[in-house]
C-alpha cells in the first residue's frame, strides 16, 4: 500500500504537467507581447483579438460548422444504428464494422479525397458531370460551409455511432409496442416514445461531435481555407502563420474562448451521460431484444447503407490512389489510364522532406504510443486499484485534456517549449502527443484493470512475490488485450495528427500530415495522394502487426500457464 500511495502523487506530477502546464502557459502568454516579452503583462492581444472586424464572421462561421455537423454525423448515426441493432437488414454486422473503420482514416486525407472529387475547378466528380450533361459550370462546390459541414459530419460519424448505437440495442422495444397498440402511428411513437428514451444518448452524441468540430483543423483548413470561410482554428493558424512574426500572444487570446468553450461542453457531456439511468428501460425481468422486419424495404435500405458504405471507406482510397497515378487530376478514361505511373510515389521516395516526415511520424507512432501505453497503466491502475482523493484528483486531470483542442494547446505548449531546449525539437512533439492524446490510452486500460480482481494480487503478494514481479507475471499478462487496444489507438492517433503538429513542428522535425497539409496548399495532389497512402499503409501495418503480436502474447502467456 505504501508504493501505491507513492506512486499516486508521482503520476499526478506528471499527468498534471502534461495537461495544466501548457493551459497555465497559454493563459499566461495571452497577457504577454510575444515569446521574447513573456511576462510583460498586457491586455492588448485581447482587445486586437476580439476587436478585430472579422471575428463576429469566424465566430458565426464556427457556430453554423460546428453544429451542422453535429446535426449530420447524429443523424447518419441514428439511421445506420436503427438498422444495425434493430432491423433485419443483411450484413448488419459487417455494416457495424465498417461504420467504425473510418477512425482509422487521416481526416486530413478524407478532406483531400473529397476535394479531389468535388473541388470547382478540376474536381473528378464535377469534370465527369460536366462532360457527361454538358454544363459549363460545375455543379458542386466544395470550398463552402456546406462542403466543410458534410465531410466533416462524414468523418465524426463514428464517435456518434459508438454512442447511440449501445443505447438503441438495449431500447426495451415493448415501449414501442404498447404505443402501437394504444393506437399512435410510427411517427407519434417515434417521436414521443423512441427518441426521448434515447435524448441523453442523442444529445451526449452531438455534443460530443461540437467538441471534437470545434478542435478540426484538417477540414477546415483543406477544405475551408481554400473558399475563404474561417472558423476559430484555421483563424488562430492565421496568426501564427501568416505575416513577417507569428503572434503568439494574440492567439493565445483567441485560444482561450475556443478551450473555455470546449471544457463547458465536456462538462455538459459527462452530465447527460451521468443522467442517463433516469432513462433506463431494461430490468432484471426478460427483456428481450425484438428485430424489426423491414419486409419489401430490406434491400432498398441495404443499397443505402452499403453506398453510405462505400462512400466512408473505400471512395477516399480509391481516388487517392487513382490520383497517385497521375501527373495531374482528370476525369478517369483512356487517356488517363495511358498517363498512369509511379512518378509521383517515386519523386516523394526521393524527397528528403518527405523521407524524414516519414520517419518522424513512424518513430512518434512506435515510440510514442509505447510511452504513452507505459504511463497510462500506471495511471489505470492508480485510477482503479488505489480507492483514494488522490486517485480521483488523478483521474479527473488524466481525462482533462480530451477536451482541449489540439491547435489551442499547441500554442500553450508552444510558450512553454520556447524557453526549453526542447524547441523546434522532435521531443516536443513527443510530450506534446501523449498529454493531448493520454486519455485515447487510459479508456481501454481502465476497462481492462476493472476486470482483474484484486484477489490474484493479493494471492501473489502472500506467496512473497514483490509488487514489480506481481504486476510483471500476474497483472501484464492479463491487460494484454487492452495493452493492445490503448497502443493501436495512440499509434494511429500519433501517426495521423495535424492539428498539434502544425504548431509545433519546425525545420527537421516534420511529420506526414503536415507534409501532406504543406503539398494541400502547394496544389500537388499526386504527391500528396502517393504520401498519403504510404501513410494509410503504415497506420494499417501498426495496427496489424500490434495485433498479431498481442495474439501471440497471449497464446504464448496461456501456454505458459
Not at 57 to 62: D, M
Not at 241 to 257: E, I, L, N, P, R
Not at 291 to 317: C, E, Q
Not at 439 to 461: D, K, N
Request: with cysteine; aromatic share 12%; net charge positive.
Amino acid at each position: 500500500m505504501p508504493r501505491k500511495l507513492t506512486l499516486t502523487p508521482t503520476l499526478i506530477i506528471i499527468v498534471g504537467f502534461l495537461t495544466i502546464c501548457p493551459v497555465f502557459m497559454l493563459l499566461l502568454g495571452s497577457f504577454s507581447e510575444g515569446l521574447g516579452t513573456f511576462g510583460g503583462f498586457t491586455l492588448d492581444k485581447y482587445i486586437s483579438a476580439y476587436t478585430d472586424p472579422a471575428f463576429a464572421g469566424i465566430l458565426i462561421n464556427t457556430l453554423i460548422f460546428t453544429l451542422g455537423s453535429a446535426l449530420v454525423a447524429t443523424a447518419l448515426a441514428l439511421f445506420l444504428a436503427y438498422m444495425n441493432t434493430r432491423t433485419n437488414i443483411p450484413f448488419k454486422f459487417l455494416f457495424g464494422v465498417i461504420t467504425i473503420i473510418p477512425m482509422m482514416i487521416p481526416h486530413i486525407l478524407f478532406a483531400v479525397s473529397w476535394v479531389l472529387l468535388l473541388n470547382p475547378s478540376n474536381g473528378i466528380l464535377n469534370r465527369l458531370l460536366m462532360q457527361t450533361f454538358g454544363l459549363e459550370k460545375a455543379l458542386f462546390n466544395i470550398y463552402t460551409l456546406q462542403g466543410m459541414i458534410l465531410v466533416e459530419g462524414l468523418l465524426d460519424l463514428p464517435i456518434a455511432y459508438l454512442i447511440i448505437a449501445p443505447a438503441m440495442s438495449a431500447f426495451d422495444v415493448s415501449l414501442e409496442e404498447s404505443s402501437k397498440v394504444c393506437g399512435a402511428s410510427t411517427w407519434r411513437t417515434l417521436t414521443r416514445v423512441t427518441l426521448p428514451v434515447l435524448r441523453p444518448a442523442i444529445l451526449a452524441s452531438a455534443i460530443l461531435v461540437i467538441v471534437r468540430s470545434l478542435a478540426s483543423f484538417a477540414v477546415p483548413s483543406v477544405i475551408g481555407m481554400p473558399g475563404r470561410k474561417y472558423v476559430l482554428a484555421t483563424h488562430i493558424y492565421q496568426i501564427i502563420s501568416t505575416g513577417f512574426s507569428a503572434d503568439y500572444g494574440k492567439a493565445a487570446a483567441v485560444g482561450m474562448s475556443a478551450l473555455a468553450a470546449s471544457i463547458v461542453l465536456i462538462y455538459l457531456y459527462r452530465y447527460l451521460t451521468s443522467e442517463s439511468s433516469r432513462y433506463v428501460t431494461i430490468s432484471s425481468r426478460g427483456f428481450k431484444p425484438t428485430l424489426i422486419d423491414l419486409k419489401g424495404s430490406r434491400y432498398p435500405l441495404f443499397t443505402v447503407v452499403g453506398a453510405l458504405s462505400f462512400v466512408l471507406i473505400v471512395l477516399p482510397v480509391i481516388v487517392l490512389f487513382y490520383t497517385s497515378m497521375l501527373p495531374y487530376v482528370m476525369v478517369p478514361g483512356a487517356r488517363a489510364f495511358s498517363l498512369m505511373s509511379f512518378k509521383n510515389w517515386i519523386d516523394v521516395l526521393k524527397d528528403p522532406i518527405s523521407l524524414l516526415a516519414l520517419k518522424n511520424s513512424l518513430f512518434l507512432g512506435v515510440v510514442g504510443a509505447t510511452l504513452g501505453v507505459f504511463l497510462s497503466i500506471l495511471v489505470s491502475y492508480v485510477i482503479v486499484k488505489v480507492r483514494t482523493v488522490a486517485s480521483g484528483i488523478l483521474e479527473s486531470l488524466s481525462f482533462l485534456s480530451f477536451s482541449f483542442p489540439g491547435i489551442v494547446i499547441g500554442v500553450g505548449f508552444m510558450w512553454f517549449f520556447v524557453r526549453t531546449p526542447l524547441y523546434a525539437t522532435i521531443w516536443a512533439l513527443l510530450i506534446g502527443y501523449i498529454a493531448t492524446y493520454l486519455p485515447y490510452g487510459i479508456r481501454p486500460l481502465t476497462s481492462a484493470f476493472v476486470q482483474i480482481h484484486s484477489s490474484l494480487e493479493e494471492s501473489s503478494r502472500v506467496c512473497g512475490a514483490g509488487p514489480v514481479y506481481t504486476m510483471r507475471r500476474i497483472v501484464i499478462p492479463l491487460l494484454i488485450p487492452g495493452i493492445i487496444s490503448a497502443w493501436i489507438l495512440m499509434a494511429t492517433m500519433f501517426v495521423r495528427e495535424l492539428t498539434l503538429s502544425v504548431v509545433l513542428s519546425r525545420p527537421g522535425s516534420e511529420v506526414l500530415a503536415v507534409q501532406i497539409l504543406r503539398f494541400a496548399e502547394d496544389g500537388l495532389w499526386g504527391r500528396l495522394s502517393a504520401l498519403g497512402i504510404i501513410m494509410i499503409f503504415i497506420s494499417s501495418t501498426l495496427v496489424v502487426a500490434a495485433t498479431l503480436l498481442g495474439k501471440k502474447l497471449t497464446k504464448m502467456e496461456t501456454v505458459t500457464n
